[in-house]
């Protein structure tokens, strides 16, 4: 890996400030901020993982989900949630959820993951940009996510102010392999397609 980067570096032609920026060296001098604002599109990808332990309850998309335990986390756990918003934020070229949300911050400790959602989409529309679709997908053993699936999905839709035609939500188990698969952990995945306004 590391060889085959160095004889990239290394072609004829490319300075090393160019090859080393990973967004603009196709594009000659423009620099990345400029040519991030001129992107008519924009692909994000989030992933999250909980633990799950008896006592907590279970929240997914802001639905709260019957189930013999739930997330340990600092905020309600929501893990389809934070992953949204790390998508959103990914495609925006932002830090993390973590880094924009820091726990040690009053102003989000004890937040709901709503408040995240919401502030994640304020961030999206000051860029310019508006939701063109997502498609997310949750692994949990347990419980079966069908009968909550659209009210999940209606509520993701809503707190994003996109259309439910445009947002996707998948639900599958883990085959009851390591913690995802023995009823341990709860993770999802999100990829999202901004679309300049
Ligand atoms: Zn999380």
Redesign the pocket.
Known sequence: MSSSLYQFKKEPGLSISAASTTATHVDGPTTSSKASKTLPFRVGHGF?L?RLEPGYPLIIGGIDVPHDRGCE?HSD?D?LL?CVVDAILGALGLPDIGQIFPDSDPKWKGAPSSVFIKEAVRLMHEAGYEIGNLDATLILQRPKLSPLKESIRANLSELLGADPSVVNLKAKTHEKVDSLGENRSIAAHTVVLLMKK
Request: glycine residues 16%.
């Open positions: 999250d909980h986390a756990g893990v934070h």
